[in-house]
T-cell receptor, first 110, second 118 residues
Framework: LAKTTQPISMDSYEGQEVNITCSHN???????ITWYQQFPSQGPRFIIQ???TKVTNEVASLFIPADRKSSTLSLPRVSLSDTAVYYC???????????FGTGTRLQVFP | GAVVSQHPSWVICKSGTSVKIECRSL??????MFWYRQFPKQSLMLMAT?????????EQGVEKDKFLINHASLTLSTLTVTSAHPEDSSFYIC??????????????FGNGTRLTVT
């Protein structure tokens, strides 16, 4: 399975928009992408999920280009409580394996 | 809804002993559960896929005789770390997929078990 990669870390300030990208070059037609948030010593918490184009919910947006080789999680106006590690997860249909990306540590400053 | 309970949340054991970790889906049924391991400042690594009523499927490099998985009901999967050693110290996280949904359902995760082997 191809590695799913993310930037190691990002810094932001309160109120700013944050975009975190995940690269998944070997994604196939029926594979889907999910983003999770994780705080220290806790399990991942679901943020958003999609197959293609754009998905939006009350906390985030997910942008997936036509080739689906990457996806971008967009957090519209971050707050201090958004400081966490963010993971993309690709669900591979053919193998039924759900593989996490390398994770991005987001630090939000006041 | 869609709560996954993992127990214990932390455990300390002596080298050579075995430890059992439980993963329960509280308000849904899960034919498939997944076990992950996470070392400090690293991503979650898939260890095995647990299917109710059948043998688990282990990822390459994960010893099935060391990490015993039992998924005897649609709401419970257990991971037993046998003859634990200090290098097995890690954060173990389970997840479950709701049977109601077809392919495409997001996973629901437990809150993890911190295992420390002394």
């Amino acid at each position: 399975l191809a590695k799913t990669t993310q930037p190691i870390s990002m810094d932001s300030y309160e109120g700013q928009e944050v975009n975190i990208t995940c690269s998944h070059n070997n994604i196939a037609t029926n594979d889907y992408i999910t983003w999770y948030q994780q705080f220290p010593s806790q399990g991942p918490r679901f943020i958003i999920q999609g197959y293609k184009t754009k998905v939006t919910n009350e906390v985030a947006s997910l942008f997936i280009p036509a080739d689906r080789k990457s996806s971008t999680l967009s957090l519209p106006r971050v707050s201090l409580s958004d400081t966490a590690v963010y993971y993309c997860l690709v669900a591979f249909y053919n193998t039924d394996k759900l593989i996490f990306g390398t994770g991005t540590r987001l630090q939000v400053f006041p | 809804g869609a709560v996954v309970s993992q127990h214990p949340s932390w455990v300390i054991c002596k080298s050579g002993t075995s430890v059992k970790i439980e993963c329960r889906s509280l308000d849904f049924q899960a034919t498939t559960m997944f076990w992950y391991r996470q070392f400090p400042k690293q991503s979650l690594m898939l260890m095995a896929t647990s299917n109710e009523g059948s043998k688990a499927t282990y990822e390459q490099g994960v010893e099935k005789d060391k990490f015993l998985i039992n998924h005897a009901s649609l709401t419970l999967s257990t991971l037993t770390v046998t003859s634990a050693h200090p290098e097995d110290s890690s954060f173990y996280i389970c997840s479950a997929r709701d049977n109601v949904w077809a392919w495409g359902s997001p996973l629901h995760f437990g809150n993890g078990t911190r295992l420390t082997v002394t």
